[in-house]
């Protein structure tokens, strides 16, 4: 199946900070998505990627489709405590078998106050 | 009320019980699905269903089976549990028609197989 490299794996941040973290693939995707999971709920999407170099805002969260199509990349801004969780990123390829969607192994985010 | 509805929330059983885990939805999805969390793995697919009696396998579907007798509801089931089946299972829907496969997922079932 695609495979998706997230990274980092893992990260802590003081309140404040600006964050960054990626996907990357080996296969041109056409779909990105991002999820974010609190502790103990299910990934609830935080913006969906259509169009290769597409640059998409929700609130603090700022999320890009890379132009070469096998990448992207989301930013969090002036991060606060309840940022903490983990991050996952999902990409649907362009190939056969293209309704389905590949996950990320997730970044998992903690916020020191 | 939730839109996708997993029961149990937490189940704790032993080795060779069958469990089922059911999910239910109330936005109307046609397809739904069911993966497999574990920790730094990510989620993976077991299995989905783009409609009723539809089922189709995913990338780790062998130890389970699912049914769909009903739009709304998708169950999965483990015939004879075993230790490495202990997860965080997710259920999730999603809708064609909004021209992208956005899912919506459940608060998950935590299984633990002794």
């Known amino acids: 199946g695609q495979q998706l490299n997230q990274s980092p794996q893992s990260m802590f941040i003081q309140e404040g900070e600006d964050v960054s973290m990626n996907c990357t693939s080996s296969s041109i995707f056409n779909t990105w998505l991002w999820y974010k999971q609190d502790p103990g709920e299910g990934p609830v999407l935080l913006i969906a990627?259509?169009?290769?170099?597409e640059l998409t805002s929700n609130g603090r969260l700022t999320a890009q489709f890379g132009i070469t199509r096998k990448d992207s990349f989301l930013n969090i801004s002036a991060s606060i405590p309840s940022d903490v969780g983990i991050y996952f990123c999902?990409?649907?390829?362009?190939?056969?078998?293209?309704?389905?969607?590949?996950f990320g192994k997730g970044t998992k985010l903690s916020v020191i106050p | 009320d939730a839109d996708v509805t997993q029961t149990p929330r937490n189940r704790i059983t032993k080795t060779g019980k069958r469990i089922m885990l059911e999910c239910s939805q109330t936005?109307?999805?046609?397809?739904m699905y069911w993966y497999r969390q574990d920790p730094g793995l990510g989620l993976r697919l077991i299995y989905y269903s783009f409609d009723v009696k539809d089922i189709n396998k995913g990338e780790i579907s062998d130890g389970y089976s699912v049914s769909r007798q009903a739009q709304a509801k998708f169950s999965l089931s483990l015939e004879s549990a075993i230790p490495n089946q202990t997860a965080l299972y997710f259920c999730?829907?999603?809708?064609?028609?909004?021209?992208?496969?956005?899912?919506?997922f459940g608060a998950g079932s935590r299984l633990t197989v002794l």
């Open positions: 999730a829907t999603s809708d064609p028609a909004s021209g992208a496969n956005v899912l919506t």
């Open positions: 936005k109307g999805h046609d397809r």
């Open positions: 990627l259509y169009k290769a170099g």
């Open positions: 999902a990409g649907r390829y362009s190939g056969a078998g293209s309704y389905q969607l590949t």
